[in-house]
């Protein structure tokens, strides 16, 4: 299975790897990481979709940030090194993360997911990057996942903490209303779509009859996260 499927994808995942200098040795268990369920009911050829490592991969990217923390910033305290993981490993981040390396294009999914633009949605594209770091593990161990992420965490963090992302934009976003004598912030739900195991959200805050800000994210609550933090850019920039 060396070559990718589907219209958008230009390289196969033995050219990927070699792009990224990423030491893949089986390029079967790379194409599995960039399937989706969706291809894998259309095309009962294929074996196995990405679920399995994407849930491995998750828990890998904890344990690689926080060590890689642990490691950058020997005199951060816990409560902070905890947040600044948080906003590393959110789906947005990971999102950008597979942006960086052009992850969308080579991603296996079915018709419907492709016409409703699978290979750009957030959620897409941060499950597929904790799959493909969840097939590096299995490949080639912790070493190579942690050179993997090094530089993207090295730029990723300043950027969070000049900018202040490592706190939490629904608590900044409520003190700010309420200094103003304004209500807390109300958080609600506009739209949905996906399958149930998949599913997006997209949330709208909602200050003084006012919407300031939209999200989406895999959960309701992640969702909101991004809504705050709409908000919070909005509001900086008037």
């Excluded at 090194?81 to 948080?86: G, K, N």
Aim: glycine share 8%; proline share 4%; charged share 25%.
């Amino acid at each position: 299975m060396d070559e990718a499927q589907g219209s958008l994808i230009t390289e196969s995942p033995r050219e990927f790897a070699k792009r990224l200098s990423i030491a893949f040795k089986d390029n079967m268990l790379l194409g599995r990481a960039l399937t989706h369920r969706s291809y894998l009911n259309e095309h009962p050829e294929a074996l196995e979709d990405n679920e399995r490592l994407e849930f491995l991969g998750d828990a890998v990217l904890d344990f690689v940030v926080g060590a890689w923390l642990y490691n950058r910033f020997p005199e951060m305290n816990e409560g902070d090194m905890t947040r600044l993981r948080a906003a590393l490993v959110r789906t947005e981040r990971l999102a950008n993360f597979a942006e960086q390396i052009n992850l969308g294009p080579l991603l296996r999914l079915g018709r419907g997911e492709e016409e409703g633009g699978g290979r750009t949605r957030p959620a897409m594209l941060c499950a597929c990057f904790e799959a493909l770091i969840g097939a590096l593990y299995l490949d080639v161990g912790v070493p190579a996942v942690e050179t993997f992420m090094a530089p993207m965490l090295e730029v990723a963090a300043d950027s969070i903490l000049i900018n202040r992302h490592d706190r939490d934009a629904k608590s900044i976003l409520q003190e700010w209303a309420q200094s103003l004598g304004f209500a807390a912030p109300n958080y609600r739900i506009v739209a949905e779509s996906g399958p149930d195991h998949d599913k997006t959200f997209e949330v709208e805050v909602v200050i003084k009859d006012q919407v300031y800000g939209r999200g989406t994210g895999r959960s309701k609550q992640s969702a909101s996260k991004v809504a705050a933090r709409a908000a919070l850019d909005k509001i900086t920039q008037v």
